[in-house]
């Protein structure tokens, strides 16, 4: 007997239950097992492309996609009899590519991110986290750079990027690591060796994240190390020399240290004594050196050597003699050798801002100078002056900069001490613009400049009135004027200010706030469709559009009085009364009132009726809302009478006293406070006695009769 081995579940259906995709070249698919199947084909399709990956179950994975790509997906169940029918399609689309990140690292306190854009992205999101920290920073752009500031130098950083595309999906992440560059190490000491010798031997404070370190003179001279020093080899004597160190690591080098400087002096040899004593040399015992100040001083040496130090003052000249001794005693005579220090530099330097980009520099003058120079870092270097006096003029400098100013003393023998310390000063803040003046409400108006200096830079902002002033200070680009008056008008100008000083005021910019409103509007109804609205002059305004707003339409005015009439009025309907006041400039105040109710309306159809009882019967139709009492009036010419009907009557009856009389009948609706609404249009009726071959007449205004015959 033969058996077929077609698959057991050929007719079953499989359900792709869910597909996703977290990789830009993979598309996970999530389906319903079936039973007897030892593996399932994952199918993916898209255009000219076909791929099918074997799974042992669910959830299985399609590799080897491209990003950003739609694919059409089934799933078949497979064992020994063979494969079933692919299962109902889905498609899917695999997500974006990760941005590919470049990083450097321009300063110790930044990190610069830059990566070339992604296709179908549409947004970047960036996230940093410092190595060996659990805090992290997460920012979204739309760029394809971004700078990470206030970092810690000589440490690094871990930055991820992810691309998302135009449906919100995210793609692949990429993680690149960066270290900021070192920070500026601290010279902590140079010590000048003048033994067998001669170098000069740099110390500093090693600083974190360096790798190595270079130490460079100002005369060209350089050593490295790894350690916290290095040696510099050969020095020469005699001269005026400064020291930087700069500090190394992958991402570049950090800022020099400041300058340390050190002044190698002059050694005093016995190569003068060996000119002027040749024979005696070898018979030489010791030798006595004489070093005297030109203050004074007098100093001495003692030395079997050829050579002997001592420690020389700035700004002064030294007169020196040597003697050679033996057991004869010393040598009657020795040339006088003579030798000038550097000028000493200026120790009690004050620096003051004179007005917003001059600095004033001034300096008790020192021992040794004839000269002074006057330098600022910032401005390379150039030579503001170059005087005798121990004063300065630092002036057309850029604003809210720090300014490190150096005054260097010389002398027309040993030149210039370049070795002084640099004094720093910062000049005033650059002046701030006003861009816009914004009104946020009647009496608050916001005002935009801009911040052209340094964060934490308070600025203020004042607005001068005739009457009054009003401040607000800031330290962003907007501030609020607050509680100004309305109808007024103002000069805004705006400082900022610094611990240096205070910046020049901006241009000025005018403010005018808006009209006041009325203070006080009437509402007064002149006919059943018109009102007369009348106002308060406001302070400020030329001219208002008045309107009264209700559900069945508004009416409107614009005008230069202070009053206006307005139609169109619709009775028994609350309105709502607003009011725009204008200035001549344009500026406009809105405002609110209390509300305003027309009149209840006037009854139409008037029809006056005689009855069998000798009664007269007054009937109408109320037009609008029947909630107001009614009263009737007839006037005759020999008696005059009275009704009142409640409200939702439509007529209203009267015993008449005398027949044949001609009546002008008014029906009106009585208001609120129970008065009578005035302007409800009289008709005049003549009423003939019972037996009258007459019927009862109307007449209209124009006295034309119309005659009503009426049954009763």
Known sequence: MVHSLRSPFYDQTKDIVQTYSKHSDSITVVFTEVSGATRYILRAESNNFFLETTVLGSPGTVVQLQPYTDYTLSVMSVNSGGRSQPSEPVRSKTVVTAPMLNTTSPSNNSILVFWPPVDNAVLYTLCIIREGSSSRLKLNTTDTTMTFDN????????????????????????????????????????????????????FWIPVQGAENYTAWTSNGQNCSSALGYCNIIPVECGQNVSVFVTAYNSAGPSNPSQP?????????????????????????????????????????????NTICPFSCTCGYTYFVTVFPYNSAGASPFSHVSNYTTIPCCPQSITINLVSTDTLEVMWTPVKGAELYETTAAQTNDVIHCNDTAPVCALSDLSCNTAYSVMVTPCSELQGCNRTCTEFTQETAPCTPEIQNIIQTNNSTYTVLITTPNTLN??????????????????????????QLPCGSTYEVTTVAITAAGQSLPGYSKPLETGPCCPLSINV?????????????????????????????????????????????????????????????????????????????????????????????????????????????????????????????????????????????????????????????????????????????????????????????
């Open 260 to 304: 340390e400087g050190y002044i190698t002096c002059r050694y005093i040899t016995h190569s003068y004594i060996q000119h002027f004593c040749t024979h005696s040399v070898l018979l030489v015992e010791f030798y006595m050196a004489f070093i005297k100040r030109d203050d004074g001083t007098e100093n001495s040496c003692n030395t079997t």
């Open 524 to 712: 007064n109804q002149v006919t059943q469709a018109m009102t007369n609205v009348t106002w308060s002059p406001g302070s400020g305004a030329r001219s208002y559009i008045t309107t009264l707003m209700s559900s069945h339409g508004h009416a409107r005015c614009h005008t230069l009085n202070t009053q206006c009439l307005m139609g169109c009025i619709t009775c028994s309907t609350n309105y709502s009364v607003y009011m725009d006041a204008i200035s001549s400039t344009g500026h406009k105040s809105e405002c609110n009132y209390r509300g305003f109710s027309s009149s209840p309306c006037c009854p139409s159809g008037v029809k006056l009726y005689r009855r069998a009882n000798n009664s007269l019967r007054v009937y109408w139709r109320s037009l609008g809302p029947q909630i107001n009492n009614h009263t009737v009036e007839l006037y005759g010419t020999a008696a005059n009478y009275t009704c009142i009907a409640i409200a939702g009557s439509i007529y209203c009856d009267i015993q008449e006293e005398t027949c044949g009389d001609v009546y002008t009948v008014v029906a009106a609706p009585l208001g609120q406070n129970g008065m009578k609404i005035n302007f409800c249009q009289p008709r005049t009726y003549s009423v003939p006695c019972p037996g009258s071959n007459a019927g009862m007449s109307k007449y209209s205004l124009n006295c034309k009769f119309y005659i009503l015959f009426c049954s009763s």
């Open 151 to 202: 970092l810690e130098a000589g440490v690094t950083y871990c930055i991820k990027g992810t691309a998302w595309d135009s449906s919100g999906l995210t793609g692949d992440d990429l993680t690149v690591c960066q270290i900021t560059r070192p920070s500026s190490p601290d010279v902590v000491n140079v010590q000048v060796n003048t033994g067998g010798r001669s170098l000069v031997a740099v």
């Open 457 to 482: 830079t308070n600025y203020t902002i004042t607005a001068t009135g005739r009457y009054d002033t009003h401040t607000c200070q800031t330290r962003n680009n907007s501030c609020e004027l607050t």
